[in-house]
């Protein structure tokens, strides 16, 4: 039986040091490219919900590859970090599913981190959720 997955971006937590309160969220999935800029600061988590993609499929487990990057936007410098993984989805569940990813941003242009080797580091928390459900197709007479 053919499933429909909606992957959402459920929430973001902010956590470590502080690299600055504009931050922009990239998620590439299946082709697809979403991003959403957003002020957050450091110890505050963000409920987003918002759907990142729709997928259609007739497998039982559906695996796939994601790329998340969070940009911490400055006039000078952007200090970026990145994760590349994998999902995997068991379309026969009918809970939501999540899944939880660790972005680590490091400040790497900083002034004071050239003088003193030791810059500022931040965790981002990203909590993607997927729903499954059935796809009735109807097909007149």
Known sequence: MLKSINLSLSKIKYGGDSIGRDICVEIEVFGKSWRNDMMISSG????????ITKIETDK????????????????????????KTNIEIDTDSTKSQLFVFEVEVKENRSLLRKLFRDGKKAIFEIELEAKVG?????TPD
């Open 60 to 83: 039982k487990l559906l695996i796939f590859g994601i790329s998340i990057t969070i940009i911490e936007k400055d006039l000078l410098f952007n200090d970026t970090g990145n994760v």
């Open 44 to 51: 505050e988590t963000k409920e987003i919900n918002q759907e």
């Open 134 to 138: 059935d796809i009735e197709r109807y």
